[in-house]
């Protein structure tokens, strides 16, 4: 995706109904059933229409859900497709990470996070189907947009277009993913679960800027991606002259509006943003679970028959794989699981409900055209039915962003929140609307752990005896790589092996210089392409200075020690990860490109031109200290206590893993900007930078069209605090724990904290749409709970059945309620993973407040 162009779980509780609604849970409850799926057997062909995708005769409208490997780790894996499937997913979406598997010419790499087709077994043996986007250019926010590094410096080489050495390793990664896949039998051809391939990604958008080239580039691309022999048709997101047969797809926050570029070409949707990527120094951008649901209906009404989340699971940037510059370590994306691989409530169930009214349309849908029918200024509706009248399906929408509506409908009034869309499965009883969100809720928690060897600390800190540190020299610290006069580039010259460089340079001041007499600083003046910088004098850390997620380039301005006699002048020039998308965007380049001082006797004292010496890394780094075994005859200093505040050190502890199962991140709050590592694991990038304190909100307004500045959080807090420690990388103990930080902090703050769902809450009324009977009369509504994976519903906090009031953690009993509220719930659902309750005379006093639209408010603990 480039956004630079574009903006084990408990049986389910079936509680005693009266025999009149007991069918009503039985379209919902075998939503839930783990082992059912419309394709647990595999498929063996994959053709299309103007329509939908045909898959062994049959058409199929999909939901799909993006879960890059690369961004979770393998222990992870089943229960991510487990969620997802458990959401009302039909196949998952990947890109291929080329940069991840080819890290030199012709070196591959297929282990640990990058296991390609041990990801799709597992996709394939949950019973659900894959679209694999091979690319092999990704954008994803990923560093240099997923192509190698070491590409851009093949000789003569120009990034996707129209340049033999570029084509030339492009259709060899290609073929060698290909016949990858082909092997293990993965394509759906061959029985397996891919049922649809892409080659590049959102090219349309920057075709133009490479001339004749970018077109011949198109067409080469597909006829190559064609002459693979898959068996399963190819796709081009964003590519608007994509030849036949290759389907152009879309890519946006909506895409209702989007028609493939030849008729006979279904509607795809392989980018729908739920959330938005964070930049460090940037605000936490959150799009509202209603808007999603409308774009996903609207979608489906207009024509559509293959969608999928960008992303349904984000996770993490491990290590170095971040692009932008400057994205977050974290990739949660607000997406519907969260990056610790935790549902996210309410978008998680609310799209599930949606995912299941869709699916309770798709026989009317695939096979009717639509009869649109205006029923106000801003109200429209979609009806597809078959001439009999047997089968029908209505899509009501309601794009007034502001006014709720009341419209006619086939003779019955139906009321439409703003912005919002009703399904109706039957053309008659509405079963979901996108506004009205019925999904329970949760609070999470980030709880702090001991950081202890063996022994419980009284203070939760790492024990001071189990420190040991190394303290880099601030610039050359062995032989320099070269001496030049002026600068270079930054990126030129690392060739990414490493985020840092050293330059430095030696400066006499005479002892008679004005400022020394009058205890004054000359001002250093620094201008820079990006991405950040350190600047030392004589050892000591004068400025800080960096670019952001929206310029990388930057000027540095402020004062400067200096002494009489010699001074060394050192700067630690670094990345933060490398440009991920735009045209030629490999020929960005990062660095200084002036310093400058001021204020000495002779005026402005240019240094740029002057002779700088270069050092690649840094010296930790060559020592490989993040490693346990490759560092043993290293030698680290024991420490009583941490040095605090001070730049250029490596800590490393002996830790144990934290108590419990669940998720874990770890705390850097108190740091200041470097890297992590636990057992040689790259966790990665941390910089707790601050957002700006404006241009946030409260409370989100879902109505009307989006944008990932609409529904921003986290003003005046970190961009990230807490990075992403998978369980399974932990040992029972033992468990080495590696931090360079860069700039100062303080070691004795950090903590592993537990990711804990602390309060879940969740409400619906009366009146609120819900799943029929399979004869389709009009259902009572259902309220589900559900706790986390191997957790059970142990208490009720609040509970009303009549008209409470507030929102969660804040409800209040109304003047309307049910006084056994609470006992009967506990009755239904204690002890239970997952319940589901009726608002039915069963169960409650549906007589008491009569006239009175009622609701059901429940707030309950998970243990």
Known sequence: ?????????????????????????????????????????????????SRSLIIDGQRKLLISAAIHYPRSVPAMWPGLVKTAKEGGVDVIETYVFWNGHEPSPGNYYFGGRYDLPKFVKIVQDAGMLLILR?????????????????????????????????????????????????????????????????????????EAAYGEGGKSYTQWAAKMALSQNTGVPWIMCQQWDAPDPVINTCNSFYCDDFKPSYPTMPKIWTENWPGWFKTFGGRDPHRPPEDVAYAVARFFQKGGSVHNYYMYHGGTNFGRTSGGPFITTSYDYDAPIDEYGLPRFPKWGHLKELHQAIKMCEHALLNNKPTLVNIGPKQEADVY????????????????DKNEKTVQFRNVSYTLPAWSVSILPDCKN????????????????MVPELLQ????????????????????????WVEADFTINGFVDHINTTKDTTDYLWLTTRLFVDENEEFLKKGNKPTLLIESKGHALHAFVNGILQASASGNGTVSPFKFKGPVSLKAGKNDIAILSMTVGLQNAGSFYEWVGAGLTSLKLIGLNNGTIDLSNTTWTYKIGLEGEHLSLYDADASKDVHWTKVSEPPKNQPLTWYKAIVDAPPGNEPIGLDMVHMGKGLAWLNGEQIGRYWPRKAPTDKCVKTCDYRGKFNPDKCNKGCGEPSQRWYHVPRSWFKPSGNVLVMFEEKGGDPTQIRFSRRKLSTLCAHVADDHPSFATNNMQKSKAILELKCPMNTQISSFKFASYGTPTGTCQSYVVGDCHDPNSTSILEKLCLNRNECLVELTKDNFKMEICPGVTKKLAVELTCS
């Open 1 to 49: 995706m480039d956004k630079a162009s574009t903006f084990q779980q408990d049986s389910t509780q079936r509680m005693k109904l009266s025999s009149s609604s007991a069918c009503t849970l039985l379209l919902a409850l075998c939503f839930v059933c783990l082992n059912i799926s419309p394709f647990a057997e595999a498929a063996n062909n994959v053709t299309y229409d």
């Open 134 to 206: 091979i690319g092999p250019f990704v954008a994803a926010e990923w560093n240099f947009g997923g192509i190698p590094v070491w590409l851009h410096y093949v000789p003569g080489t120009v990034f996707r277009t129209d340049n033999e050495p570029f084509k030339h390793y492009m259709q060899n990664f290609t073929t060698l993913i290909v016949n990858m896949m082909k092997k293990d039998k993965f394509f759906a051809s061959q029985g397996g679960p891919i049922i649809l391939a892409q080659v590049e990604n959102e090219y349309g958008y920057y």
């Open 385 to 400: 039915e078959d001439q009999s009248g047997k089968s029908c399906a209505a899509f009501i929408a309601n794009i007034d």
């Open 430 to 445: 509405v079963v979901f609307n996108t506004a009205k969100v019925r999904s329970q809720t949760s609070t999470i928690e």
């Open 453 to 476: 060897p063996s022994t419980v600390s009284p203070n939760k800190d790492l024990k001071a005896s189990n420190w040991e540190i190394f303290v880099e020299k601030a610039g050359i």
